[in-house]
């Protein structure tokens, strides 16, 4: 697997490197055939509804590759919060900013980093169902196995994920690696 060096920026911590889990070119080619998959569902005047801040990278070229099927969704975002302590999920879904736009009889599909517990993705469905949205799809671009706590799947979903903490194409650990083009973990050492 290849490595990169994160010190790079003047940081004193411990020497950090970051493991390539899903390379760039993956993602990418991943994203072409989930888009043609959405685009299959001829979900009229569909609202892309992407879920901040760790679907924005995702999101971006999501919407890209829909773009490239023939397809003109319109795009809003809401910041969700779930407390969590460290990279453990807690519980609570609070919402941090909410959509600009109504989404009572649209097509909705919703975008996320990491289905994880569950309890963003299913707190985001029943919000937009609960506003009268049309359809709600779903899309996260990593899915967790094992620790749902919710019963909530996604529709779609671009990669299975280990159960690693993961950085990069839009995810952070206390708001680094954002920047990074493709999915990673840190390894101290
Ligand atoms: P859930 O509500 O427990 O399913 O958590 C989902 C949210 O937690 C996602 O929207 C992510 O923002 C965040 N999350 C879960 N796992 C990771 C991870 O490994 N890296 C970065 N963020 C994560
Ligand atoms: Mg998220």
Do not use: W
């Amino acid at each position: 697997m290849t490595q990169a060096n994160t010190a790079a920026d003047g940081d004193t911590s411990p020497a950090q490197k970051l493991e390539v889990i899903f390379a760039p070119e993956e993602i990418s080619a991943r994203l072409e055939v989930l888009a043609g998959e959405i685009a299959a569902l001829r979900l009229d005047g569909l609202l892309v509804v992407a879920i901040l801040k760790g679907s924005f990278v995702f999101a971006a070229d999501l919407i890209r590759a829909l773009h490239r099927t023939g397809l003109s969704p319109e795009v809003d975002f809401i910041t969700l919060s779930s407390y969590r302590k460290s990279t453990t999920s807690s519980g609570q879904v609070e919402i941090l900013r909410d959509l600009d736009l109504d989404v009572s009889r649209r097509n909705v599909l919703i975008v996320d980093d990491v289905l994880d517990s569950g309890r963003t993705l299913a707190f985001a469905k029943d919000l937009l169902a609960a506003r009268g949205a049309r359809s709600v799809t779903t899309c996260v671009l990593l899915e967790k196995r094992t620790r749902r706590a919710v019963n909530v799947a996604a529709d779609f979903r671009a990669f299975e994920c280990p159960e690693v903490f993961v950085v990069g194409y839009g995810m952070d650990v206390a708001h680094r690696f954002r920047e990074l083009p493709f999915v990673g973990r840190v390894v101290t050492g």
